[in-house]
């Protein structure tokens, strides 16, 4: 079963920056076969799409609140996928989890995705 393992959390003030890394083993075929994203859930609220790359089109997708601050890349010599996040607001605080799966398309659907990390705190603080 494929694994995904985050780091790269912490706490940053408002303004700042981190970059979180995903990386993943154990794929049936290869990690470019995947489509792989990141998602947030912060207290009391649904987990909800940061931003994805599918596979099917070979796009990168962005949820608005974050388009324009947030980017995602892979480096897929080395399985892992990254985000970086720039200019952090409060509202950005959640705790982030990598998924991926093979045949999903909707970046915003966390039931379309098989396999998820443990997840890695962001806390940005005002």
């Known amino acids: 079963e494929v694994q995904l393992v985050e780091s790269g959390g912490g706490l940053v003030q408002a303004g700042g920056s981190l970059r979180l890394s995903c990386t993943a083993s154990?794929?049936?075929?290869?990690?470019?076969?995947?489509?792989i994203g990141w998602f947030r859930q912060a207290p009391g609220k649904d987990r909800e799409g940061v931003a994805c790359f599918v596979v099917s089109d070979g796009r990168t997708y962005y949820a608005d609140s974050v388009k324009g601050r947030i980017t995602l890349s892979k480096e897929n010599g080395k399985n892992t996928v990254y985000l970086q996040m720039n200019s952090l607001k409060p509202e950005d605080t959640a705790v982030y989890y990598c998924?991926?799966?093979?045949?999903?398309?909707?970046?915003?659907?966390?039931?379309?995705?098989?396999?998820w990390g443990q997840g890695t705190q962001v806390t940005v603080s005002s």
């Open positions: 998924a991926t799966d093979p045949v999903a398309t909707d970046c915003g659907e966390p039931h379309a995705f098989d396999y």
């Open positions: 154990r794929f049936t075929h290869t990690f470019e076969d995947y489509t």
